[in-house]
């Protein structure tokens, strides 16, 4: 073919750099609205606040284990020696049924306790933003010790009327950390599913896993269980930015299962005398403390600022070569404006703040949510940012850590940035109570004293 013929001179310009320049710009905007990951959006979250009728005091919690009749004079000494010093005050609250003497722990009473808190906070949360149920396309539950057929997620889908195509998903048996591992779920199906409406919904029966036994390490958990729950409404349309509370920025899991201590270190089994319970082994600070660490590891170079791990890297050198003993803790604090710490125990909040060496601000919020609400399993974390907005401390542009720590061993980090002004006058958990806190340095409230 001639190379001067009109279809080859067509072609040249059609080729000249110019034009390819434009062809991949236009191809490289292209992928990035069509391809870049979706922003996953925290519209609002929903906590359950107990009837005061349901609270149980200290000296009332310790009355009912005796008149029961169930534990022997050691195991109700060293029950209420846990709970003198476990840090939890008398406005956190059971069940009815466990009220009841003896506690009621049926399957009944388990589904009468779910009941309870998930269509509460699930009302709540769609009467304050209007949302129709048939627009949930994404539903995730997490109860690790409370597993019923039909599941926790078929119960809301009935209650509720919601979709027949919902994608739903019922977790359990992971931990107070599943809370995280829930929001991480809808995260990976947002990457398929655009323009999605979810709802993750975090609780732990309290009803049908009183222990009965005499075995210490199983008693513990008698003692720091209270009642409470969360459901969250997380979405990835954009126009739902404009709305939302926070943006998730970054969700890290981290799995130290295959170790035996730190598998073994919190698990429901069977005593000697064939009473089933929650065994919390000796070493569960220092799993903790370990599952952190690694987190923290993969987490860091994300978030800290290029000064902190410039610092971090040097005296990991300066130890190997043996010039200095320890390595540099990275000031997080320089990260975030917030840090909510799972409520387990005092001894976890504890562990936390002396490894990240943060002040007693810093874990107002979780020693808070241990004193009122007691572990609230996988919702803790949720009380604690309810905790920072009702005191008005959550601003626009702020970040907030939460730490999840849960059985496997399991720890899991979630990063959100708040995007709108919060309002610290809207109605929550704490409003009724939050002019009563941060507690005291010996543990008790403004209730109390």
């Known amino acids: 073919m001639d190379s001067s013929s009109p279809f080859i001179n067509v072609f040249q310009t059609f080729m000249s750099f110019p034009h390819v320049a434009s062809a991949f710009v236009v191809i490289a905007v292209f992928s990035y609205y069509f391809f870049r990951p979706k922003c996953i959006y925290l519209i609002d979250f929903s906590c359950y606040q107990p009837p005061d009728f349901l609270r149980a005091t200290v000296s009332n919690f310790i009355e009912h284990l005796t008149i029961s009749g169930v534990f022997d004079q050691e195991s109700l000494d060293l029950q209420q020696k846990i709970l003198e010093r476990s840090g939890i005050g008398d406005g956190a609250s059971v069940p009815v049924t466990?009220?009841?003497?003896?506690?009621n722990s049926s399957l009944s009473a388990a589904r009468e306790e779910t009941h309870d808190i998930l269509f509460t906070v699930v009302e709540d949360l769609f009467l304050k933003h209007k949302i129709d149920p048939k627009s949930i396309d994404i539903l995730v539950s997490n109860c690790s010790l409370f597993c019923p057929s039909p599941s926790i997620t078929?119960?809301?889908?009935?209650?509720f009327g919601m979709r027949s195509d919902i994608k739903s998903f019922s977790l359990s048996g992971m931990g107070c950390s599943a809370g995280l591992l829930?929001?991480?779920?809808?995260?990976?199906?947002?990457?398929?599913h655009g323009d999605s409406l979810a709802l993750v919904l975090s609780m732990e029966a309290v009803s049908p896993n009183g222990y009965r036994g005499k075995c210490k390490s199983m008693l513990i958990a008698n003692t720091i269980f209270r009642m409470g729950g969360a459901a969250i409404l997380l979405s990835n349309k954009e126009q739902d930015k404009l709305k939302a509370k926070y943006k998730l920025q970054h969700l890290i899991r981290t799995h130290v299962g295959s170790d035996n201590e730190s598998y073994e270190s919190v698990m429901q089994q069977i005593d000697e005398e064939g009473n089933v319970g929650v065994a919390l082994s000796k070493q569960l600070v220092k799993v903790a403390s370990k599952a952190?660490?690694?987190n923290v590891v993969e987490l860091g170079p994300r978030v800290l600022p290029y000064t902190e791990q410039l610092k971090y890297i040097v005296s990991f050198i300066k130890r190997k070569w043996g010039m200095q003993k320890e390595v540099y803790t990275p000031n997080f604090k320089k990260a975030f404006e917030h840090f909510c710490i799972h409520a387990g125990g005092r001894a976890i909040i504890d562990g936390v703040e002396k490894h990240l060496k943060l002040d007693k601000e810093d874990v107002e919020a979780s020693r808070s949510t241990l004193h009122r609400y007691g572990n609230t399993s996988s919702s803790s974390l949720w009380y604690e940012l309810q905790y920072l907005e009702a005191k008005g401390r959550m601003k626009k542009g702020d970040?907030?850590?939460?730490?999840?720590?849960?059985?496997?061993?399991k720890s899991n980090t979630a990063v959100w940035k708040c995007i709108s002004e919060i309002d610290s006058k809207d109605r929550n958990a704490w409003s009724d109570r939050i002019h009563l806190y941060p507690v005291s340095g010996d543990g008790s409230s403004a209730l109390e004293t």
């Open 154 to 159: 078929s119960i809301i889908i009935n209650r």
């Open 182 to 192: 829930s929001i991480n779920l809808v995260k990976d199906l947002m990457k398929i």
């Open 399 to 409: 970040r907030v850590w939460q730490i999840g720590f849960g059985s496997g061993f």
């Open 292 to 294: 952190l660490k690694i």
């Open 98 to 103: 466990v009220h009841e003497i003896p506690p």
